[in-house]
């Protein structure tokens, strides 16, 4: 047999042996799916990593699942930051829950797994990078091209829809089919994707599978957001789709006299969303409307033991609706019906220590509740306050807009209160206007710093620190845009963004009392640039650089610095410019160099340095002139040799 035809079979046997070892791991990662009809050469990724590792290979084809755990764990792990190797598992997974029954626990597993990959691959720089190479083939040279970022934003809004428009479609398509096993997986993706990145990176633990990415959150942030959205879209046709069996007049023609609504009906219809554990606001806030309007209706008609049992499975919804929701925004619908649903609580309750307690929480979510306050009658004012007492709470947060809208809510029940509460509640308001005049100062937003500054000094004009903080934003008002250029040129140049912070910091006018300050970071800026000019012999950017940095500056340490620096750019250019004339023998050319760099405004130092240098030029130029003067002699006595020679030569001469 020869030689060649023994590597063709060597070939032929290894390409067989890892198509086995393919399919067994394949069958290993996603057991129970049909592999038969795969090509293997469609997850030639995983083929590359068993090829690089022999006793991977050995451990496939001998079917020990205990040693191919061991090593596919050895792998994950190896490449748990290869974006190529996490993209084709991605890729690997999503076909199979496409190819799967959704109710399996494989299905899901695999729905779980594609999702949460491809998630974190297309929310980091580091995929596109790769993914963007080679993507596209130019119709005219026939040559594939690299992506640009217009086409990797189109691409990525495209696969990103792709993904989880699927989900929604899916899940929503099932939910309606009463399929609410495949259901759940579709909203448990959906769901997932908008917890962000730890809980998609904890996802893929749980099923054994590590990686480490480094997600740009801005890209993060669309894959939650566009998550969001999809499983909204979903509730809001569920919730449509209850309105609608609650409204039909058929079933309400048959209810007993008062019920408005099919509440029972719409309610049952979407408690089936409900029970998989999905939480969504506007789910769950309609069941609770539903429930207290349910309430009310019996409470017209004095069916109160009725009331009593709907407590039961209203509470269970009012507590998955708690967390989700913030109280002290009362104009929340879900805050007014959680408000409503307490009310109900305390009137129901056999306990009058406990109702009143109820009807505090009822207030606490919506301090506007009429029937809250009449129920708690005189024990409504402590209500009130507690309220102050949460609005500075929020303020301390930074909340500030949660702490206004408290503080606009309570000063409209305390229209007719007594002098003491109106002053705690104008002395809150006034806390409050001054904490955020600081943030907004603190920002450099002056200008509105100086409305809230103002308000609190109309409610405490005499208070010493109000003044000075009305004084000092009236100053630097007028200053906010100079100032915000002045603060994101500092920002830059602390990055080594040298070209923006020049540019912000010309921003500041040049009648600004921040002028100066605005020179100084350009100094820098120009100095630092220069400076790395000067690193990649770039000496002609790094002198001008430096110019601009000594001409801005006006502090005498720091003139000195630049200006030394200056001087040995200059020395180091001019050094440059005359040893390139020098490796070329062109000393007329060095000495221009010379002669006009010595007309300038230099050290004696760098003078007498230079001077030096034109000495040896001149030099050279001299034995230069000589030598050639010499050559010249050479030539002509040489000339005058042969002429002689010749004449010598002829007949009859002596």
């Known amino acids: 047999m020869s030689k060649g035809m023994q590597r063709q079979l060597e070939t032929l046997a290894h390409n067989l042996e890892l198509s086995v070892a393919i399919f067994r791991l394949l069958s290993y990662l996603i057991p129970g799916s049909d592999w038969s009809a795969v090509n293997t050469g469609r997850?030639?990724?995983?083929?590359?990593?068993?090829?690089?590792?022999?006793k991977f290979l050995k451990v496939l084809l001998n079917v020990d699942d205990a040693l191919v755990k061991k090593e596919w764990s050895a792998v994950l792990k190896e490449q748990e930051s290869n974006v190529q190797f996490l993209h084709g598992l991605a890729v690997l997974y999503r076909e199979q829950a496409l190819a799967s029954s959704g109710d399996s626990s494989e299905g899901e597993r695999s729905w779980l797994i594609s999702t949460a990959l491809w998630s974190l691959l297309i929310s980091t720089e580091v995929f596109w990078d790769y993914f963007s190479l080679d993507r596209i083939t130019n119709r005219d040279t026939g040559e594939r091209d690299t992506l640009t970022s217009e086409d990797q934003e189109f691409l990525r809004e495209s696969i990103?829809?792709?993904?989880l428009s699927s989900h929604g479609s899916l899940g929503n398509r099932n939910f309606v089919a009463g399929q609410l096993d495949e259901a759940q997986v579709h909203f448990h993706c959906l769901d997932l994707c908008r917890q962000g990145e730890e809980a998609l990176?904890?996802?893929l633990r749980e099923h054994s599978l590590t990686c480490k990415l480094n997600p740009a959150g801005k890209l993060l942030s669309k894959v939650r957001t566009f998550a969001d959205e999809t499983l909204d879209d979903v509730c809001n046709g569920i919730v449509r789709e209850a309105k609608k069996i609650s409204s039909n007049p058929?079933?309400?023609?048959?209810?007993?006299?008062g019920i408005r609504k099919n509440y029972e009906g719409g309610i049952r219809y979407i408690d089936n969303f409900i029970k998989l554990d999905i939480p969504v606001i506007r789910v769950l806030r309609q069941s609770l409307e539903w429930y207290n309007h349910w309430c009310y209706d019996l409470y017209v008609t004095q069916q109160i033991d009725r009331v009593k049992q709907l407590m039961k499975p209203a509470i269970v919804i009012a507590e998955q609706l708690i967390p989700l929701c913030t109280k002290g925004q009362a104009y929340r619908p879900e805050n007014h019906a959680l408000s409503q649903h307490y009310l109900f609580r305390g009137f129901t309750t056999d306990e009058p220590q406990n109702a009143v307690s109820e009807y505090e929480e009822a207030l606490e979510w919506n301090i506007s509740n009429d029937n809250a306050k009449q129920l708690l009658g005189d024990a409504y004012k402590s209500i009130v306050m507690k309220q102050l007492d949460r609005a500075v709470e929020r303020a301390k947060k930074n909340d500030f807009s949660g702490a206004f809208e408290i503080m606009d809510a309570v000063e409209k029940q305390i229209e007719d209160s007594d002098a003491s509460s109106q002053e705690r509640v104008r002395s809150t308001r006034a806390y409050i206007c001054f904490q955020y005049a600081n943030m907004l100062a603190d920002d450099g937003r002056f200008r509105e710093a100086l409305k809230y500054a103002k308000q609190?000094?109309?409610?405490?004009?005499d208070h010493e620190v109000v003044k000075k903080l009305v004084d000092e934003m009236k100053e630097y008002a007028p200053e906010e845009d100079n100032l915000r250029s002045l603060k994101s040129a500092r920002e830059v140049l602390d990055k080594e963004r040298y070209d923006q912070a020049i540019k912000y910091a010309a921003e500041v006018s040049t009648g600004s009392r921040f002028h100066g300050s605005a020179c100084r970071v350009q100094s820098s800026a120009f100095f630092h640039r220069g400076m790395n000019a000067a690193n990649k012999e770039r000496f002609d950017d790094a002198v001008k650089d430096l110019e601009h940095a000594l001409k801005l500056n006006d502090d005498n340490e720091d003139r000195k610095v630049i200006s030394k620096q200056l001087e040995i750019l200059r020395q180091n250019r001019i050094g440059l410019e005359v040893k390139k004339a020098f490796d070329s023998n062109n000393w007329t050319r060095a000495e221009q160099i010379l002669r006009s760099e010595l007309k300038k405004n230099l050290s004696q130092n760098f003078k007498t340095d230079l001077q030096k240098y034109l000495s040896m030029v001149l030099n050279a130029k001299a034995v230069d002139l000589i030598n050639e003067t010499k050559k010249i002699e050479k030539e002509f006595a040489d000339a005058i040799n042969d002429i002689m020679k010749t004449v010598k030569e002829q007949p009859g001469v002596q």
Request: charged share 30%; net charge negative.
């Open 201 to 203: 990176i904890e996802s």
């Open 456 to 461: 609190t000094h109309e409610i405490i004009p």
């Open 160 to 163: 990103l829809g792709g993904i």
């Open 43 to 54: 997850y030639d990724f995983l083929g590359k990593i068993i090829t690089q590792r022999p």
């Open 250 to 257: 058929e079933i309400i023609r048959r209810l007993d006299e």
